[in-house]
């Protein structure tokens, strides 16, 4: 069975997209480590090229700039943020990249990255790195399959390397049922046994926290940011004024005397629509700025589970701590996972629905487990939050991660909240759509979906609106 983790399903990362930013930046890391040590002092050229909707919105996506980082052997992760535009600058100014910090090869990247309109046969986000040294040549093709995920050609029928051995294997979400009612457990009870044959207790409680503190930074940094986001479509910052319009003038130095300042306000129920916007907009402003991030599962839909969760631990329940916040991520994870399995969390494979949609289903389970909900109307949660994202189209404006990317979050946030109250008056004995006939609807959409709408900028809003006068 197909084993994902939840630091699988939640990839800390630099936007602005996870298919077309991380993804790629992973490929040329995966790429340096499989050829052999040899040939790094020997490589004469080197050649990127890039298919279908990684070429498509490439440009708006950086796709080309995360290629660069990646070959340079810079991590993701922990690549300093002042680092990113500094490292990319000093390649096209230079015509030189210092391939995995070791050796000096010319690289023009208006030269070296090819920009392919095809698509290759078996994903829409496909590309291929050329090397070229005294003994021949080296190629890999690999595929960006949303998510941050990455595989290789050759691997798309070869599971091996995801099998992990869970004591609760989970390939839809009847399984994940049977097991809570079973062993009378939570949801987050089962994924977490799981998580524990892969690392021990210390590991994945840190892990979560990183993840955590990750998005809690990334809305603090958002709320704190003021100016016009990069691309060319001139988007104002939003989350700045809308911040300062709930707190007031007051400074805060840190995440987390800024959470506790924020679970100090009286809120009213527009405040409550104001503040989980805020802190939607707030991280997808930082992606969309090429900062770091969540992906969560995808960068474009990273704002969702943190203001959920944010929403939860500052107005829902002052006395939750990090059992509520680790129990969430769980269970987010886990819903995640089954969409992943049973359809795509790849916007250039399935629309908006498979970001946004997905995001808000995850966002809705995990909110529902911690509000009281039983195992099965956390899974409602989940159908209904996706029941209303099905056939969401994908068209970024100019291909950028901004409009209507942004604001979408937003949405996604408050119908997830939506969703978990409506699942906790629910019957979970006698829902009419359960959430495994949700995934297969979703998947069987995004294959009668036209092109054109799957991240591609050639439809939608990214035609009828003249990005140039935005």
């Not at 978990?420 to 995004?446: Q, S």
């Amino acid at each position: 069975m197909n084993c994902i983790s939840v630091f699988d399903m939640l990839k800390i990362g630099v936007g602005p997209s996870s298919s077309h930013t991380l993804g790629p930046w992973r490929a040329a890391q995966r790429f340096i480590r499989e050829i052999k040590a040899e040939h790094i002092a020997e490589i004469r050229s080197l050649t990127v090229e890039l298919y279908g909707s990684l070429s498509l919105t490439g440009k708006g996506h950086a796709t080309d700039w995360a290629v660069m980082l990646g070959l340079s052997g810079l991590d993701p992760e922990t690549i300093p943020m002042d680092a990113i535009e500094t490292t990319v600058n000093k390649i096209k100014s230079e015509k030189k990249l210092y391939f995995h910090q070791e050796t000096e090869i010319g690289f023009d990247p208006d030269r070296d990255i090819i920009f392919h309109k095809k698509f290759l046969p078996y994903h829409a986000n496909g590309l291929r790195i050329t090397i070229r040294h005294h003994k021949g040549n080296h190629s890999a093709t690999y595929y960006s399959i949303g998510g941050g995920f990455v595989i290789k050609e050759g691997e798309e029928s070869d599971r091996e390397d995801t099998l992990k051995t869970f004591p609760y294997p989970i390939e839809r979400a009847n399984q994940l049922l049977e097991y809570c009612n079973r062993e009378d457990k939570h949801i987050s009870d089962i994924v977490w046994m799981n998580e524990l044959s892969l690392r021990s207790t210390e590991e994945v409680r840190r892990g979560l926290g990183r993840i955590w503190e990750t998005m809690l930074e990334s809305m603090y940094t958002g709320c704190h940011s003021e100016g016009v986001l990069p691309g060319g479509l001139k988007v104002k910052r939003r989350a700045f004024d809308l911040h300062k319009g709930l707190i007031g003038d007051v400074a805060y130095t840190n995440p987390k005397e800024w959470m506790a300042a924020i679970k100090k306000t009286t809120v009213s129920f527009r405040q409550v629509l104001k503040w989980v916007s805020c802190f939607a907009l707030a991280v997808n402003e930082v992606n969309a700025s090429f900062g770091r991030i969540v992906t969560a599962p995808t960068n474009g839909s990273a704002g969702v589970i943190p203001a959920v969760l944010m929403y939860y631990l500052t107005i829902e329940n002052h006395k939750a701590g990090d059992d509520q916040t680790h129990r969430f991520l769980l269970v987010a994870s886990e819903i995640g996972a089954i969409f992943k399995k049973g359809a795509t969390i790849s916007a250039a494979m399935g629309g908006c629905q498979a970001e946004i949609g997905v995001s808000s289903a995850m966002a809705a389970g995990a909110l529902c487990e911690l509000l009281g909900g039983s195992p099965g109307q956390v899974l409602i949660a989940a159908e209904i939050a996706m029941e209303h994202h099905l056939g969401m189209t994908c068209d970024p404006i100019a291909g950028l991660v901004q409009v209507p990317c942004i604001e979408r979050n937003t949405m996604g946030a408050i119908k997830a909240i939506n969703a978990a109250e409506l699942a906790l008056e629910t019957d979970a004995g006698h829902t009419k759509v359960p959430l495994d006939k949700v995934v297969r609807t979703m998947w069987e959409t995004a294959r009668d979906m036209n092109g054109k709408y799957k991240e591609t900028s050639e439809g939608g809003l990214a035609l009828t609106v003249n990005w140039v006068d935005c």
